[in-house]
């Protein structure tokens, strides 16, 4: 079973990137955004994020499969960096979200993410941003049945 609460997350200063894509990308744009960010002396906030910005599974399937999606990453910083053509220093908005917690590998978090969908139009909530993973640990250092995701999906 997939727990989900409501939590009101705050404003977030990140360093982030875009680029279009499938969404596997993720895994070359967050070490490209470290090796910038570590060597300006960075203070890392929290940890690295993705933020799909297809509004519904379908969309997202779709614009992975044509390598046509939205793929932001982000990470959060005590301060402004400066930044380049392709990264950026902004304020990722807080709010209200749908919370939950994905366990194992990346590929598998299809299903947690239609239980998630399914609760917020059961609860008469509605997306009202980008989708956030927050990504607790890293795979290079545990199996992939330990990974851990979080998913906040900003509500209305």
Known sequence: M???????VQPQNVMG???KGPYQIIAQMIPELFQ???????????????????????????ADAEGSAEVEVVVPV???IAGTDEISFYE?????????THQGPY??????????????GQ???RIAGPIREIYLNDPREVPPEEILT?????IE
């Not at 979080?150 to 900003?154: C, D, G, L, V």
């Open 17 to 19: 990137m875009t680029r």
């Open 107 to 120: 590929e598998e978090c299809k299903a947690t993410y239609e239980k998630l969908l399914a609760w917020i």
């Open 150 to 154: 979080e998913i906040h999906a900003p």
């Open 92 to 100: 990722l908005p807080g709010g209200k979200m749908a919370k939950t």
């Open 123 to 125: 609860n008469q909530h």
């Open 2 to 8: 997939v727990d989900i609460e409501i939590v009101d």
């Open 78 to 80: 005590a301060s402004e």
């Open 36 to 62: 910038y960010l570590v060597p300006k002396g960075a203070q890392f906030a929290g940890p690295p994020m993705f933020l799909c910005h297809e509004t519904s599974m379908e969309q997202a399937e779709q």
